[in-house]
């Protein structure tokens, strides 16, 4: 029996996977957690069952832990306890594949190249994911290397939505809407299709709401709109993100406040978001267990442009038959759905609030026009599913 290792590697964290790849779906072995990578790391391991086998034990290191040390740290810890794995693919979650990727891919040098030169477009993302390629072609030369993008399930939109009004020659060199989470996306449609497949083939909005958070359109279980644009700022608050910004505001910072490129990527990616508006926590839980009038601006803000980009979508797509949350605000948070949701009656959005007091996975009224429902996803399993694909191929 074969396995496959999944990462997803970012700024300050590597996650993984070990996975047993069979005849039937990638069955999960364990999962785990590199957490403060670049600083005094821990590591994080669990069973298929959620059972925690390592609990936050310190990396040793001689300086500050990096992806290739962390890398070691989960591979030593999984071997220790998994003696028998025969890892000979590896998926990587990498978000940026630019403009040739519309599905999964196995790295060779030459595509690693060109997604190293996509690092412009996602400086605080695709570096890192880049970094975990590398780690894991040192540890296992003669694997197979399979990337996973988070652009490619948007690869398909019209060009009405995949387009800026600057001159053209901008949209000819990549200056364009990509979308992310789209892994997210891609096992979502996928549950629609094994479980709801009369929602699968209609016009569905897709929230993906975490630290991270977009919506996605999508007619027939592909995408259609995505509230992320050119960058994985655009769209929704974010944890530390700001969302939709009027460019204006840009030029403001650079003329008038005098900020600099590098202070001006601080702010956006990590001191906006809930955390700069709440000025306590970019976590939704700790903002609703909050009495402070700037967490509940916060959380209001959050739930406004929530359901003004889910008014939008809609209008993409034409109408609506239904709603999914996902993710780890989406899947968990009683209020965030009921906020959102409150006040879309005119769209055909009804809620039950016990079903959503529950978490069911569906939470709309009985005969509500719009079925909303509750998914929790998988990005791990579309990469493993991946690994099954393509590291036959690639062997």
């Known amino acids: 029996m ?80 998994f003696p028998v794995a025969q890892i000979n693919t590896v998926g990587h979650r990498v978000v940026h594949g630019g403009l040739d990727h519309s599905g999964p891919a196995v790295l060779t040098p030459g595509i690693i190249d060109k997604l190293s030169q996509l690092s412009p477009f996602a400086p605080l993302h695709q570096p890192h994911n880049l970094a975990g390629v590398r780690a894991a072609m040192a540890a296992f030369p003669k694997a197979v290397q399979v990337a996973c993008f988070d652009t490619a399930f948007h690869r398909h939109h019209p060009f009405v939505n995949d387009v800026f009004a600057l001159p053209r020659e901008y949209y000819d060199k990549g200056v364009r809407r990509y979308g992310f989470h789209g892994l997210s996306y891609d096992y979502i449609s996928g549950e629609l299709a094994r479980i709801a497949p009369d929602l699968h083939a209609g016009r569905v909005v897709v929230a993906h709401l975490g630290n991270g958070a977009s919506m996605c359109g999508m007619r027939g279980g592909r995408s259609v709109a995505s509230s ?55 976590d939704m839980r700790t903002l609703e267990a909050s009495d402070s009038e700037a967490a509940q601006q916060a959380i209001a803000y959050y739930t406004f442009r929530a359901r003004r980009e889910l008014g939008g979508l809609a209008a993409a797509l034409e109408g609506l038959d239904g709603v999914v949350f996902c993710g780890g605000i989406g899947e968990n948070s009683r209020l965030i759905r009921e906020r959102i949701c409150d006040g879309l009656h005119w769209i055909g959005i009804e809620i039950d609030d016990d079903a959503n007091a529950a978490n069911a996975p569906v939470i709309s009224r009985q005969n509500a026009p719009v079925k909303v429902m509750v998914i929790p996803t998988n990005e791990e399993l579309v990469i493993a599913r991946a690994c099954a694909t393509l590291g036959k191929r690639g062997a």
Request: proline content about 3%; hydrophobic content about 45%.
């Open 228 to 282: 992320m644009g050119f960058s994985a700022l655009d769209g929704l608050p974010m944890g530390t993100r700001t969302g939709q910004l009027d460019p204006g505001v840009l030029l403001y910072l650079l003329q008038q406040e005098g900020l600099s490129v590098e202070q001006i990527i601080t702010l956006l990616y990590k001191k906006s978001g809930l955390l700069g508006l709440s000025g306590i926590s970019h």
């Open 2 to 81: 074969t396995h496959a290792l999944t990462l997803n590697a970012g700024s300050s964290s590597l996650k993984f996977g070990l996975f047993e790849l069979g005849a039937d779906d990638p069955a999960l072995i364990a999962s785990g957690k590199a957490d403060r990578v670049g600083g005094d790391a821990t590591l994080t391991l669990k069973d298929a069952a959620g059972a925690k086998l390592i609990d936050a034990a310190a990396i040793p290191a001689e300086g500050v832990v990096d992806h290739h040390e962390a890398l070691a740290a989960a591979l030593k810890a999984l071997l220790d306890h």
